[in-house]
């Protein structure tokens, strides 16, 4: 059973930087397609940042083209969120997602997705 794990949330201020992780195992990492997404109350969840399983596709939602970089290390099994510039409405709790064998490059429907971490928590304060 292939488990995630996400750290690195917190609070922050505006215009900051902030890194989070996700910790994969229980399965062969490179077949998998990973992505973040948000989620804030009332809302649903929204798709981040994904990368495909050999790491050169990445695809990102449009409000953080440019601030937000994904990266994965398939040796470490880990997928990365580098998160720069942050802005208010980027506070929301973060997840990791992994779809096995997928059939685009970078899904980016949460429904399409098998796996999901536990969550993590950013607030950007203004």
């Known amino acids: 059973q292939v488990q995630l794990v996400e750290s690195g949330g917190g609070l922050v201020q505006a215009g900051d930087s902030l890194t989070l992780s996700c910790a994969f195992s229980g399965r062969t990492f490179g077949a998998y397609a990973m992505a973040w997404f948000r989620q804030v109350p009332g809302s649903e969840r929204e798709f981040v940042g994904g990368i495909n399983k050999s790491g050169y596709r990445k695809d990102y939602e449009d409000s953080v083209k440019g601030r937000f970089t994904i990266s994965r290390d398939n040796a470490k099994s880990t997928v990365t969120l580098q998160m720069n510039s942050l802005e208010p409405e980027d506070t929301a709790v973060y997840y990791c997602?992994?779809?096995?064998?997928?059939?685009?490059?970078?899904?980016?429907?949460?429904?399409?997705?098998?796996?999901w971490g536990q969550g993590t928590q950013v607030t950007v304060s203004s």
């Open positions: 997602a992994a779809k096995y064998a997928p059939r685009m490059p970078v899904p980016v429907a949460p429904t399409t997705y098998d796996y």
